[in-house]
């Protein structure tokens, strides 16, 4: 986990952007389904995760100029986009969820 201020871990907060319950109707996610409880399993995953990103992570644009990290949901063809940061002044890390689409993101180097 994450250390804040005086070596104490981080809490983690996830939070979900606007884009994101747009980008989940365009892809056709019902709330319940398998493929939906996929999704969310992998949301649970990113705000237990030791440390953020992790070594194997993919960064990516989203457009038209932010670039995120990605998550893939196992046994499926989403991918979940990712920002995390400290909250300044706390010892809160910010998880925003910011998008999933149903493809591979292109990879991004030297971002």
């Given at each position: 986990m994450a250390r804040g201020r005086g070596g104490r871990p981080l809490e983690r907060v996830i939070r979900y952007d606007r884009r994101?319950?747009?980008?989940?109707?365009?892809?056709?996610?019902?709330?319940?389904?398998?493929?939906?409880?996929?999704?969310?399993?992998?949301?649970?995953?990113?705000?237990?995760?030791?440390?953020?990103?992790?070594a194997s992570g993919s960064r990516a644009l989203i457009p038209p100029t932010r670039s995120a990290w990605v998550r893939r949901v196992p046994a499926a063809n989403q991918w979940i986009y990712f920002v995390a940061r400290t909250e300044a002044g706390t010892d809160a890390e910010i998880v925003e969820i910011v998008s999933i689409v149903g493809a591979p993101p292109p990879p991004v180097d030297d971002l």
């Open positions: 994101f319950r747009s980008s989940c109707e365009r892809l056709g996610l019902v709330p319940g389904t398998p493929l939906a409880r996929r999704v969310a399993a992998t949301v649970r995953t990113l705000a237990f995760a030791v440390e953020l990103p992790e």
